[in-house]
């Protein structure tokens, strides 16, 4: 008679090399993160993070949980666009930039544009650029990854002059109302 073999261990229930007890959660790190979290290859990196988010973009460490938004005013419609997600520093800056120029040069086209969402989109891309300037410089990015470019700053690029228009145009209409009332 021979003794029955000792029961396979549960795969799904053992700790894997990133601290949970399923392989598949959604706190694994994204595709291409080094083995067991260990710090970069160069001696300049930071250490990785366990459990801190990457980049959405290029997967580098350390990165911040931001929104960027932008505003369109089409005269009697608008339009609304969002981009999430955790950035490193260098990656969210030039989301920022791209976001905040959008709105700086298209966001200020209908009267509730002008008075109410373009301001307030702005106001909440500062917070969120804020959040992303306490960072430090990121790690390398991951294989895979892309590190996009931060650009030129807001001021420096010319669709953000665009608002000029509607804006002088508004004080205009303001000083009118104002000297013949």
């Known amino acids: 008679m021979t003794t029955p073999a000792a029961p396979q261990p549960n795969p799904y229930g053992t700790a894997n090399p990133y601290g949970t007890t399923n392989p598949y959660g959604p706190t694994n790190p ?22 801190a988010p990457f980049c959405r973009s290029c997967g580098a460490q350390p990165a911040a949980k931001v929104t960027f938004r932008a505003h369109q005013g089409l005269l009697i419609m608008m339009r609304f666009q969002k981009v999430e997600g ?6 969210g800056t030039s989301v920022a930039r791209q976001m905040t120029t959008a709105t700086m040069g298209l966001g200020w086209w209908s009267p509730f544009s002008l008075v109410f969402f373009s301001p307030f989109t702005l106001i909440w891309n500062l917070v969120a650029g804020r959040k992303l300037a306490a960072l430090t410089p990121p790690g390398p990015a991951l294989p895979g990854g892309t590190r996009l470019p931060e650009g030129k700053p807001v001021h420096q690029r010319p669709m953000a002059y665009l ?19």
Do not use: D, Y
């Not at 080094?34 to 990785?48: E, I, Y």
């Not at 955790?86 to 990656?91: A, D, I, L, V, Y």
């Not at 608002?163 to 009332?181: C, E, F, M, S, Y």
């Open 30 to 51: 994204p595709h291409g993160a080094p083995a067991g979290m260990q710090a970069p290859a160069h001696p300049g990196a930071p250490a990785w993070e366990h459990g």
């Open 163 to 181: 608002a000029i228009a509607p804006l002088i145009w508004a004080g205009w209409v303001i000083t009118n109302i104002i000297t013949h009332a």
């Open 86 to 91: 955790p950035f490193c520093k260098s990656c």
